[in-house]
């Protein structure tokens, strides 16, 4: 019987996975609790605003900045984690309907405390995660010489993992429509 796939190296068997370390700084080592995310692009990156709505005022509890390659490993590392938890606990209940008058992102960002220290997000092109039976955990790390780093240390309600998948997905897709354009067709000369 083969090992299961490591959740952070996809393909590599639990055997075989490298040894990976960062350091973990006080100001983010408890993490935070988020319920809820909004997702931005630009050209060259994605920034990922995890909300605290569970406490007054609403704040945003980490802004993460992340690039195109680093999203898509992170949506492939996530896809694994829950398809994991539903082999391991069971299929997920169909989430709740949106509400019927759904907030635009000025209205949220309106209501939302952004702490002047966060506004440019912090870095990360690595992120660890994992899960329990209750909640997924992500790592962001920023993995420059010579310690890697634990830029921001998120939890997330284990029912909101694949509503989670599927927003970073949409966002992955709506980046490759509006930035990325197919090759342009050859030339024919006569």
């Not at 959740?7 to 490298?18: A, H, I, L, S, V």
């Not at 931005?40 to 704040?59: A, C, N, T, W």
């Not at 759904?102 to 309106?110: K, L, V």
Request: charged residues 15%; proline residues 14%; hydrophobic residues 35%.
């Amino acid at each position: 019987m083969s090992n299961p796939p490591n959740p952070f190296n996809p393909g590599t068997p639990d055997q075989e996975k490298q040894h990976f370390s960062a350091r973990v700084p006080e100001k983010v080592a408890r993490g935070i609790y988020t319920t809820g995310q909004i997702i931005q692009d630009s050209p060259k990156e994605f920034v990922i605003d995890f909300m605290l709505g569970h406490m007054r005022p609403y704040q945003i509890g980490a802004r993460v900045v992340i690039t195109p390659q680093t999203m898509h490993e992170f949506i492939t590392a996530l896809q694994q984690n829950v398809d994991a938890y539903e082999r391991q606990f069971g299929a997920f209940p169909p989430p709740p309907p949106p509400p019927e008058n759904r907030p635009t992102i000025q209205e949220i960002y309106d209501n939302y405390k952004l702490a002047e220290d966060m506004h440019s997000g912090s870095y990360a092109n690595t992120v660890l995660l994992g899960h329990s039976q209750t909640e997924f955990f992500f790592d962001f790390i920023t993995g420059f010489y010579p310690h890697p780093s634990v830029a921001a240390r998120v939890i997330l309600p284990a029912l909101q993992g694949p509503r989670f998948l599927n927003t970073l997905k949409g966002a992955l897709t709506q980046y490759q429509n509006r930035y990325l354009k197919p090759p342009e067709p050859p030339l024919h000369h006569p």
